[in-house]
């Protein structure tokens, strides 16, 4: 194991202190038709930042935390999240990463694959939604999400990897504190 990969698994572990957190303020402070996906944003986020092999294992976590706390059918969430990290790392080959609408729009298309994965999962578990609800509600409230928090979300964490990854690239050990 590498510098790199261990620094992304403790970024990934920090993460996923703050997942539950994230999850359950989005129940108790915004109504259901307003409530954004976070925790989608983030993996696809995470997957600009690297590549797919590194990418899918942290949405696969994101995920299965999410179905953990919400009590929905365990690893459906979590399938559909690592397929949009996973997702987002293959599209920087094809889009400008770089770029803010890039990531926007990539954001936007990958979310709602991944909604649409979850739909076909709950299909196959025996779960019943109409897609008059899921078109009109849960796909056009996950892209307009999608878009929404992929400007603030990417550069927070991009910013976050540069700075933690730069500190273990010049070994420089972490500050003692004396009391």
């Known amino acids: 194991m590498n510098k790199r990969f261990g620094a992304f698994l403790v970024a990934a572990l920090i993460l996923g202190l703050f997942v539950p957190v994230l999850k359950l303020s989005e129940f108790v402070l915004l109504s259901p038709a307003l409530r954004p996906d976070v925790l989608m944003a983030i993996s696809v986020s995470v997957g600009w930042m690297g590549e797919p092999w590194a990418t899918a294992p942290l949405g696969f976590g994101i995920g299965l935390v999410e179905d953990v706390l919400v009590g929905r059918a365990l690893g459906t969430r979590a399938a559909s999240l690592a397929v949009c990290a996973c997702l987002a790392s293959l599209s920087r080959k094809v889009v400008n990463p770089d770029l803010a609408v ?21 299909s196959m578990l025996g779960f019943s939604i109409k897609s008059s609800f899921l078109f009109n509600r849960i796909l056009t409230a996950t892209a307009v999400w999608s878009l929404v928090l992929a400007l603030p979300i990417y550069p927070l964490l991009a910013k ?9 690239e010049l070994g420089q050990e972490p500050r003692k504190v004396s009391l």
């Open 102 to 122: 890039s990531r926007c729009l990539a954001a936007m298309i990958v979310s709602v694959c991944g909604d649409l994965l979850s739909y076909g999962l709950y």
């Open 160 to 168: 976050a990897w540069d700075v933690f990854h730069r500190r273990l």
